[in-house]
């Protein structure tokens, strides 16, 4: 591959980036901005941005890579990914938003009236975060190293130097506009790659016939029934709790224009998900070497190239490395944001100097743990991000919001038990798994069991609470339910 | 929860003795979120920058929750004031909005599954589709890849009108009061 298109692209993408995040600068200089863009952003810009925000390197890169490698076991990511934010419409967005908090520790606290509640989950806030973040800079490795030679570290390290900077200097103000963009610049660098295959592609000769390509050992009659439902219960429930998807909402003017967001933002992921798949079957049909080779997160990158010679493919190849990049930036972004959030306001007195400092240390510690380890295939290590949410944060989120028995003790046990099961079951499933072959299912997809057990034991631990529950609950629940214009104290705007 | 015990390790020795009035707690002036409420927190926040222009007159200033300070329960944001036992009439109400908003998400989310289910299993359960090859992807692969979507989106739009409905009805309610 031409590295010059490469350089170019992932430049753009950084140039621009960075001038609507300083131009957003200009309007953002109150600590509200910082953290939440003064709640006065429209409904369709928010679900772009929350489209740009959400939309990583495992839905830009991963999930192609893994229907080429997998099958159509793969097609459930996209659809989990996806049905997340159903699940956060019925359940979770208009009360979230009408908690006024900012942040998940900031709902725990308030809910529970417990600054232990609050500090287990701002731990658990950070850690999700950072782990999310490490897929993101192990995709940029992917992508410097695939198209201009580099090093791999150098894509890393370029993505948390740009993030750092953008995040520390404009604030999530300036963010809900760069997210926006991304969201349209993501589906533009796979869409039109994708057409462009399709028209062009009548004369290449595919590498395998499709009897070969999409056997029917992979095909979706072929389903591993515990696999396919615990990574549901991962995706489906892990959505709720993601830090920087819950900070958006908070943007919203009120409940009802949060759950007319989500609904946009559902569109706007089902439409983006089609292309990945595209390029996913595409791939298994024209390019089916690149599963041997270990680079199937590759495959978008170099697909447009493969097909299409010449400038328009060299083009097609600009388009798509720029998604990429803005895929990379603006997770991670949106992660830092969300957070610098906690931190700042844990350990740094929420000011916004601590804010950058936060901001900073919160890219620059993934870092380090990407450069230390290498990707086990970008949709998959974030699904695993998505179990451990969906085993820590949800059931509290979930039973916050809708039992009022919830207390803190139940709560911090509970986050406690989902964080111990999940963690233990991610990061020592292989070994145990390597003498107990029929555990391995449960330990690489552990959502299945882990959630029911982190929701029973908050369950029983608030029931067994002497101290009963927190005072004011009911007066918090009535916050989180009653819609704004019923309220006496109505907020305007 | 009749006397809150003795400090405890959960925090909440701040408040925890005197059966106080939310409305009149001492920490009600600190980190509170709402950006109403915020417009009460201005001795809390640090002074704006002189440099500052007065810039669009709707802006209000917020500051961030500090840590360790309760983040304001939800005093002064019920219908009925702070101090409305939620034994009455509006807590009967409130509590039944709440229910029916739960039984809702819960009757759509079920919903969803069931027919994502009954998807899967009519796409597994026929052979043909396997064979079908539409630009030369088989049928079954097409339908798995872009036929749950539109379903989600469905269910969603649904539950958003049915969602505003409980509101509607409980705010006629608490009107004719």
Known sequence: ?493 | MTSPSTGGSAGRSSNGGAAGDAGRDPRAHRGDQARQDAVDDAPDAPPPPADRPAGPPQRVRVTAPRAGSAAAPARAMTPHGADAPTSDIAGVYVRSLIRSQLRLGIVFAVGFAVATVLFVLAIAFVPQLDETFVAGVPLSWLLLGAGVYPLAITVGGLYVRAASRNEARYRSLTEDE
């Not at chain 1, 429209?42 to 772009?48: E, K, Q």
């Not at chain 1, 975060?129 to 198209?147: C, D, E, K, N, S």
């Not at chain 1, 009802?256 to 049909?285: H, K, W």
């Not at chain 1, 820590?392 to 709560?411: D, Y």
């Open chain 1, 1 to 493: 591959m031409n590295a010059a298109i490469g350089y170019i692209a992932i430049a753009a993408v950084a140039v621009v980036s960075a001038l609507i995040g300083f131009y957003g600068l200009r309007v953002s200089r109150t600590t509200s901005d910082f953290y939440v863009a003064s709640r006065t952003v429209r409904p369709w810009w928010n679900a772009s941005a929350i489209g740009g925000e959400y939309l990583s390197a495992a839905s830009f890169l991963g999930i192609a890579g893994l229907i080429l490698l997998t099958g159509s076991a793969a097609l459930w990511f996209p659809i989990g990914y996806t049905a997340g934010y159903l699940m956060l419409l019925l359940f979770v967005a208009a009360p979230l938003r009408r908690s006024g908090a900012y942040t998940i520790p900031d709902f725990t606290e308030a809910r529970l009236d417990s600054v232990w509640a609050r500090r287990v989950t701002s731990t658990l806030v950070i850690v999700i975060g950072w782990f999310y973040i490490v897929p993101q800079l192990q995709g940029a490795a992917l992508t410097v190293r695939i198209t201009t030679g580099l090093p791999a570290w150098a894509g890393s390290l370029a993505v948390a130097v740009i993030v750092a900077v953008v995040v520390a200097a404009g604030g999530m103000r300036s963010i809900t506009f760069v997210q926006a963009f991304q969201f349209w610049l993501k589906l533009t660098a796979l869409a039109i790659p994708v057409f462009a295959i399709l028209l062009l592609v009548g004369d290449v000769q595919p590498a395998l016939p499709p009897v070969e390509a999409f056997p029917s050992s992979a095909g979706p009659g072929d389903l591993d029934v515990y696999r396919t439902v615990s990574l549901m219960v991962a995706l489906l429930l892990g959505t709720l709790g993601l830090p920087h998807v819950l900070v958006r909402f908070y943007t919203n003017p009120d409940g009802i224009a949060a759950r007319r967001t989500t609904v946009i933002v559902l569109v706007l992921l089902s439409v983006f998900y089609l292309f990945p798949t595209a390029f996913g079957f595409l791939g298994r049909t024209f390019a089916p070497d690149l599963a041997a080779s270990g680079d199937a997160d590759a495959l978008v990158l170099l697909l447009p190239g493969r097909l299409i010679p010449g400038p328009l493919g060299d083009v097609l190849t600009a388009l798509v490395i720029a998604g990429a990049f803005a895929a990379f930036l603006s997770t991670s972004s949106g992660l830092v944001v969300s957070l610098a959030g906690v931190i700042s306001q844990d350990l740094l007195g929420g000011s916004v100097r601590g804010f950058r400092i936060a901001a900073v240390l919160s890219s620059f510690v993934p870092l380090l743990v990407a450069l230390a380890t290498e990707s086990s295939g970008l949709a998959g290590s974030v699904g695993l991000v998505f179990a451990f949410t969906a085993s820590t944060l949800c059931p509290v989120l979930l039973l916050g919001i809708w039992w009022r028995g919830l207390t803190a003790r139940g709560a911090i046990a509970g986050m406690l038990t989902g964080a111990v099961l999940s963690g233990v079951a991610i990061l020592g499933g292989g070994w145990v798994s390597a003498w107990l072959p029929t555990l391995r299912p449960f330990l690489e997809q552990p959502a299945a069991w882990t959630v029911p057990v982190a929701v029973l034991v908050t369950v029983l631990v608030s029931r067994g609470d002497r101290r009963g529950i927190p005072r004011g609950t009911d007066m918090f629940l009535t916050r989180l339910h009653v819609p704004e214009t019923a309220r006496h104290h109505g907020r305007e705007g």
